[in-house]
């Protein structure tokens, strides 16, 4: 306990020493401009195989309400309205190359600052890893909702099978609320953890890295989901610009619990 204790204590003052608040805001700021075209691309894609109205909103919800707390309806909605413009279609679609790869060099380059790499990669090589990380995310999302198909489908049967009509209800929910998310975001930043830095931590350290950043993060959620309840203030001040603003917000606190879990790995790295 006291070894943890000093474990998480380490990490939060080299998050303070490495300037990783200024280093969120940044990556913050970056996964807005890059939103809309990493969405885009991905209904584009999806409408070369089915019907891209129906079956691209279910998408855009059943992703957005387990990442974005509070905030995936709205979003997805949003999203639905701005992508029936043909014109923003094709410009979002156009310029999805170059805003889509800030927030990953971006990502690229914070990593690397909690883990104190000493050398730099070549630009083609940051490049690569940027749409490797690309794919990633879009894979994840993909997979995100083919899983939710099948818990869907399982709950429609399952009463058929069984008779267990609220057991189903109930598992369905948990599942797609709390084991997929916290799944997903493990697998994924254990993954950025592995091969993000220059010098590459084991997969020990990188998963418990994971493991406390999907932990960490799983409960700033559902903190953040009863904090946005209470917002009728802010909201009066902000307008029709509130969601945007919790939305950097949001990515401002998980972009910091990432940072933070690198920081870990860091400490995990340098006792070796």
């Not at 099978?161 to 929910?173: F, R």
Request: charged share 15%.
């Amino acid at each position: 306990m006291i070894a943890l204790f000093r474990l998480l204590y380490g990490a939060a003052v080299d998050f303070r020493r490495h300037g990783c608040s200024s280093l969120a805001a940044s990556l913050a700021f970056f996964a807005l401009l890059s939103f809309f075209p990493i969405v885009f691309l991905l209904l584009y894609i999806i409408g070369f195989f089915v019907s891209q109205d129906r079956i691209g909103y279910d998408f855009l919800l059943n992703f957005l309400q387990g990442f974005l707390p509070t905030l995936g309806a709205d979003l997805a909605a949003e999203v639905k309205r701005v992508a029936g413009e043909q014109i923003v279609r094709w410009v979002v679609f156009l310029a999805f190359v170059w805003f889509g790869m800030l927030v990953f060099h971006e990502v690229d380059y914070a990593i690397n600052v909690v883990f104190e790499s000493p050398r730099k990669r070549h630009p083609l090589i940051s490049t690569a890893i940027s749409i490797a990380l690309l794919g990633l995310v879009e894979g994840l999302m993909i997979l995100s909702y083919l899983v939710t198909q099948v818990l869907r489908l399982l709950v429609d049967y399952a009463p058929r099978i069984g008779g267990i009509d609220l057991v189903a209800i109930a598992a369905h929910k948990f599942l797609l609320s709390y084991v997929l998310p916290f799944a997903l975001v493990l697998a994924a930043v254990t993954c950025l953890y592995r091969y993000l830095p220059t010098k590459r931590p084991a997969w020990r350290e990188a998963a418990v890295g994971g493991v406390v950043l999907a932990l960490l993060w799983e409960f700033a959620k559902h903190l953040f989901s009863t904090y946005v309840q209470h917002l009728s203030v802010y909201g009066r001040m902000y307008g029709s610009l509130l969601m945007v603003v919790l939305f950097l917000l949001w990515v401002y606190y998980s972009a910091a619990l990432l940072l933070f879990g690198a920081g870990i790995v860091h400490r995990l790295q340098a006792k070796r």
